[in-house]
C-alpha cells in the first residue's frame, strides 16, 4: 500500500505551537499510510530538533521568497512539489503572499491546505506589525477558493482572521489542536516531586509557558504579579519560555522588586510535569488561535485565567476564567483563585470526549487527508 505524502510548510521558528502540533500529529499517524516532509526557508534548527532526530522526516527548502525573486522562487517551489507530494498543508499565521498555493493549484497537487493557527500578528515592533497587518488584510480580500482545496482553522477566531468573506463559512473546516492527554493525568506524588525540586513546597505557584514575544503579554503579567505579592507573601511565578523579550522582563522583574519570586526556567521539554507543580495557571495572550497548553493545563486539573480576547473554544472542562486585560480585575480574580482553591483532580476523560486526545483525534485528522485523494 503506497503512503500518502504530506508536504507541510512551516514557519522558521521552531520553539511555537504550530510545530508542537505537527509533531504530535507525527508521533501518533498511521506511518504506514501517511509520510510527512517539512518545507522551509531555513531549516537549520529543525534538523536540531529530537524529532528530526527521531524520526529523520525529509526537509525542503527554498532560498529566496516570491517578495525578493519571484522567478527563482517559483521554479524552486515548482520542482519540490514535482516531486511526488499529494497533499500541500501550509500553516499559517497571516498573509504575506499566496504563491505557493497558486503554484501548487495550477499543478493538479491534490489537496491544497491552508490551515489557519493564530488570530493576530505576533511583531515585537509596532511600526513593522502596522506595516504588516496592512500587507494581511490587502491578501486577505484577494484570497479566493481558486487557491485552495481545504480551509482549516484551530479555532472560528483563527478562522475569521485568516479568511476573507470570500471563503463561504461552511468550507472551513475546524481541526482541533489535539494533545497527548495521558501524559497531563493529575499526578499527586509527581507534584509534590516536581515543587521540591524547583524549591516551591510551600508556594502558591501561578505558571505561564509560552515564549517571550508581543502576542503572549508577558509585561501585563509581571505588573499584575506585583500587585499579587503584596496580597500573597508567598506567590511564585512559574515562567517557562525563550524568545526576544525575555531580557527585558528579566529587567522589569527587577524594576517591580519581584525578581527573587519570579522563576524564569527557559525552554523546557517538561511542560507536562510542571503544571502538575502549579496552583493556577494564566494566559494574558493578547490573542491565540487556539493555545494547546491550555487544554494541557486544564487537563492536570488547574484553574485558568485568560484574558478575554483569547477564544472561549480553549475552555473545554468550564475552568477557564475569562477576564479584560485590566490590572486591577485580573489580581482580584488571581487572589479570589488562591482563597476559594480546590481540591486538584484530572480532567483527562473529559478532555478526551471533547475530542482533544491525539490518540482518538488522529484517526478523524487521517480521514480528512485521505478525502478526494482517491485514498479510503
Not at 503584596?230 to 525578581?259: C, D, F, R, T
Not at 478532555?351 to 482517491?374: F, L
Amino acid at each position: 500500500m503506497r503512503k500518502i505524502r504530506i508536504l507541510h510548510m512551516t514557519p522558521p521558528i521552531i520553539n511555537n505551537g504550530v510545530y508542537k502540533y505537527i509533531f504530535t500529529l507525527l508521533k501518533y499517524i498511521d506511518k504506514s499510510r501517511f509520510e510527512f516532509d517539512f518545507l522551509m526557508q531555513n531549516p537549520q534548527e529543525l534538523m536540531r530538533t529530537n524529532e528530526y532526530r527521531k524520526y529523520k522526516f525529509g526537509i525542503r527548502s527554498f532560498t529566496t521568497t516570491q517578495r525578493e525573486d519571484p522567478g527563482k522562487f517559483r521554479k524552486e517551489i515548482y520542482d519540490i512539489l514535482s516531486d511526488g507530494y499529494e497533499i500541500l498543508e501550509l500553516h499559517t499565521s497571516y498573509w504575506r503572499g499566496f504563491m505557493i498555493e497558486e503554484i501548487a493549484m495550477e499543478m493538479g497537487i491534490h489537496k491544497v491546505i491552508v490551515h489557519s493557527h493564530s488570530s493576530g500578528l505576533d511583531n515585537n515592533e509596532p511600526a513593522e506589525r502596522a506595516q504588516q497587518l496592512m500587507l494581511h488584510e490587502k491578501f486577505k480580500k484577494e484570497f479566493t477558493c481558486k487557491l485552495a482545496t481545504d480551509f482549516w482553522a484551530c479555532s472560528r477566531e483563527a478562522g475569521e482572521w485568516l479568511f476573507g468573506e470570500q471563503i463561504p463559512r461552511e468550507r472551513i473546516r475546524y481541526v482541533r489542536n489535539a494533545i497527548e492527554a495521558d501524559k497531563f493525568v493529575f499526578d499527586e506524588e509527581l507534584r509534590n516531586q516536581k515543587r521540591r525540586e524547583l524549591g516551591l513546597e510551600h508556594c502558591f505557584v501561578i505558571g505561564n509557558t509560552g515564549r517571550f514575544e508581543y502576542q503572549k503579554n508577558h509585561e501585563f503579567l509581571l505588573k499584575v504579579f506585583a500587585d499579587v505579592r503584596e496580597k500573597i507573601p508567598n506567590a511564585k511565578l512559574l515562567l517557562a519560555g525563550e524568545g526576544e523579550l525575555l531580557q527585558k522582563m528579566k529587567k522589569l522583574s527587577l524594576q517591580l522588586g519581584v525578581a527573587n519570586d519570579v522563576i524564569f526556567l527557559g525552554w523546557r521539554e517538561d511542560v507536562n510535569e510542571l503544571l502538575q507543580a502549579m496552583d493556577l495557571y494564566v494566559q494574558p495572550s493578547l490573542f491565540e488561535g487556539l493555545a494547546l497548553v491550555l487544554i494541557e493545563a486544564q487537563t492536570t486539573g488547574l484553574s485558568c485565567i485568560v484574558s478575554g480576547t483569547v477564544s472561549k473554544e480553549s475552555d473545554i472542562t468550564g475552568n477557564c476564567i475569562f477576564s479584560e486585560l485590566d490590572h486591577k480585575k485580573w489580581t482580584v480574580r488571581i487572589i479570589d483563585a488562591y482563597q476559594n482553591k480546590t481540591a486538584r483532580r484530572s480532567w483527562h476523560e473529559e478532555v478526551r470526549k471533547a475530542g482533544y486526545d491525539i490518540s482518538y483525534e488522529i484517526r478523524n485528522i487521517e480521514q480528512m487527508y485521505r478525502e478526494r485523494i482517491g485514498c479510503e
